[in-house]
Each structure stands twice: as structure tokens, then as C-alpha cells.
């Protein structure tokens, strides 16, 4: 879960977009003045929404100033009143990644922080795969389960990816040799039976089944 630092002095305002925003999945951390949200700076968050002009002395551009020094890339979305290039610019500036006029339909704040989310994080995330109780690392080829490496070889690595993006997908033993051996291979088929018992047995949370007479397919 995702979570959302709200630093709104509008209290009306800041309960309705809060409400909206858990309905989207986000977990959200709401306060009405900039000190406090300076001083909630460390703690885990995902996206912070500053309105400008907050209910203290300290506004929005003072709290991303003190963001921006422990945390440069953690996205940012400013909120205000005001609609002039001059904020916009200087928001920019300073590192925030969108800006948005009051007064806005929550929905529409919703988007937004959904399109930083996908900017941000699930892009970078999308190298992972979750299969069954496995996480994937495409990039690194490594498959864990509970935080702990299971090894696999090269061949079993390439047979689960297979698999796993084409979930229901039946597979002939002659069309997984070409996908994991490759074209110049030689040999029996039954390469594939022992290897599918090789997987099954080190990552036995996997539901490979066996479409008889033919090959096998993966299923949830």
C-alpha cells in the first residue's frame, strides 16, 4: 500500500480528498500545518501533496526545501489557490513533478497521484514478477520466496519465465525446447519432463500442470 502525506489547512477540504484517496488503496498521513509536516519528514512515504499557503508560518516551498534535502526523489504535488505561472515555475524548481488549481475535483487529484505512482515506482517495478508466492527479478534472474533466494539454473529460470507470462497457456514439449533450449538443440524430449520435475520440486507453490500427451501449462 502506497502511502500519502496530505498537508492541507483547509480541514473540510482535506477530509473529503483524504476519504477519496483510501478508496483509491492509499494509505494517508494528513496535517495542517507545514511544521508538522516537516517534522514528520523520515518517516516512510511514498507521495507528498503540499498545498502552498498552509495554516503556520511555514508554507508548502519551505516543506519540500526540507524534503528535497533527505529525500531527492520522492514525488511531490503541489496543491494551491492561486493560479499564476510564477508558483508553477518556482514549484518546478524547487522539484515538485505536477501542480494542480484549486478548486479540483478530488477525482481528478486521485488521477494524478496515480499517474506519479505509475511514474515513479510501477515502472521500476515492472522487471517483478509475483507468481504464486515467488517474486520474479527479471533484471537480476532471481527468484525468492519469503525474502530467501531459491536457486534455480539457467534452464529452470527460463522455463518458470516462460510459464509465468503465459499464464493458462499450454506448451508442447517440442515448443518449450525451442523457447529454453533453443533451435540448435538435439535430443529428446523427454529434457522437458525432467526438467518441469526439477522446477516443481524447488518451487513446489507453483501450480504446473501436466496436459497429458502433449506438454504442460501454468496455472494460478
Known amino acids: ?16 480528498v483524504k476519504l477519496y484517496l483510501e478508496k483509491a488503496g492509499y494509505e494517508v498521513t494528513c496535517f495542517e500545518k507545514g ?46 489557490a492561486r493560479d499564476q505561472d510564477l508558483d508553477r515555475i518556482l514549484g518546478l524548481e524547487l522539484g515538485s513533478d505536477d501542480y494542480i488549481t484549486k478548486p479540483y475535483s478530488s477525482k481528478e487529484l486521485v488521477l494524478r497521484v496515480n499517474n506519479i505512482i505509475k511514474r515513479a515506482y510501477k515502472q521500476k517495478e515492472s522487471h517483478i514478477l509475483t507468481i504464486a508466492s515467488y517474486q520474479v527479478d527479471l533484471d537480476r534472474r532471481v527468484v525468492s520466496k519469503n ?8 534452464l529452470e529460470f527460463d522455463l518458470l519465465i516462460l510459464l509465468s507470462k503465459n499464464i493458462d497457456k499450454s506448451f508442447s ?43 504442460y501449462r501454468l496455472s494460478l
Open 173 to 215: 514439449r517440442d515448443e518449450i525446447l525451442e523457447q529454453v533450449w533453443g533451435d540448435d538443440y538435439f535430443g529428446s524430449d523427454r529434457a522437458v519432463d525432467d526438467l518441469v520435475r526439477r522446477l516443481r520440486k524447488k518451487c513446489s507453490d507453483l501450480n504446473i500442470l501436466t496436459v497429458y500427451g502433449y506438454g
Open 35 to 80: 511544521t508538522d509536516a516537516i517534522n514528520y519528514i523520515g518517516n516512510p512515504v511514498d507521495v507528498w501533496i503540499l498545498d502552498i499557503m498552509l495554516g503556520d508560518d511555514v508554507n508548502g516551498y519551505d516543506v519540500i526545501r526540507a524534503i528535497r534535502e533527505k529525500y531527492p526523489d520522492v514525488p511531490v504535488l503541489f496543491t494551491s
Open 147 to 154: 525474502d530467501k533466494e531459491i536457486k534455480l539454473t539457467t
Open 1 to 16: 500500500m502506497y502511502k500519502i502525506c496530505f498537508v492541507e489547512d483547509e480541514v473540510d477540504l482535506q477530509t473529503v
